[in-house]
């Protein structure tokens, strides 16, 4: 029983790309590139000032919106939401069915020799390892609702992150092209100083849309998928975990999890 168990674990959190969003993005960037290298000379748009506005200045910004410690939160998961486990609904709900069925039959206690394997799955580990201690059924859910909204607030909190990054690239690609304009209005006597000017004004604004529309708006939507996905996994863990502490019939326990999982996904454990 331990053994099918991690064996469902181990399929459920190993590591995979993303394979969409890297993709997605590199084929939206290289389409911007190769109509750059077909149209002229790709040096003339990269420009060093227009870079240190938008990107400095969004950053500096949304800091502003946040704090320090929010922004790095929002960083390291956004890499998840590139890096991320898959999340797998129907293998979850086996996994807690398999769980409560060794529950049911071994008692609780036998439960504690697969604590070790779900260390890689924090979320069930915990809410199992209440039940082994002797945690009533009532309390264990209520611990761990509590966790997933605060797991909820934590992705929602980064989705607003990116949003107001969004909102705050094209702008400040707008104070970038009127700096450029100032700057070129201030030096009309001097020929040569136009061209650059030119360039961070029209750079700026370049560089605010690509990054609000290419990445910081698609990575907030991405998170907010992965989101409802991984909360659909962690409220099958509570089930299992709440139902095993209440030492439910596991056939029950099929039944309500059943009712959460999209059609596609619903399982025949018992059958």
Known sequence: MANGIVEIGMARTKPAMDMATVVWLACGFGLITLAIIIGGSPSSFVNPPSVLIVIGGTLAVT????????MTASAQVVMKTILHATLDPSLAANQVLKIAEAGRKRGVLSLQNILEPLENQPFLHKGIRMVVDGTPGEEV???????LQAILQRHAKSTNVLRKMAEFAPAMGLIGTLIGLVQ????????????????????????????????????????????????????????GATSVGRQENPRRLEMLLNSILPPAKRVRYFD
């Open 184 to 239: 070129m209005l201030g030096n009309l006597e001097d020929p040569s100083t136009i061209g650059p000017s030119m360039a961070v004004a029209l750079l700026t604004t370049f560089y605010g849309a690509v990054l609000a529309n290419m990445v910081f708006m698609p990575l907030a939507a991405k998170l907010e998928r992965n989101s409802a996905e991984e909360a659909l996994v962690l409220n099958i863990y509570l089930m």
């Open 141 to 147: 859910e209520v611990i761990m609702r509590q966790e």
């Open 63 to 70: 800091t502003v919106c946040f704090s320090l410690q929010e």
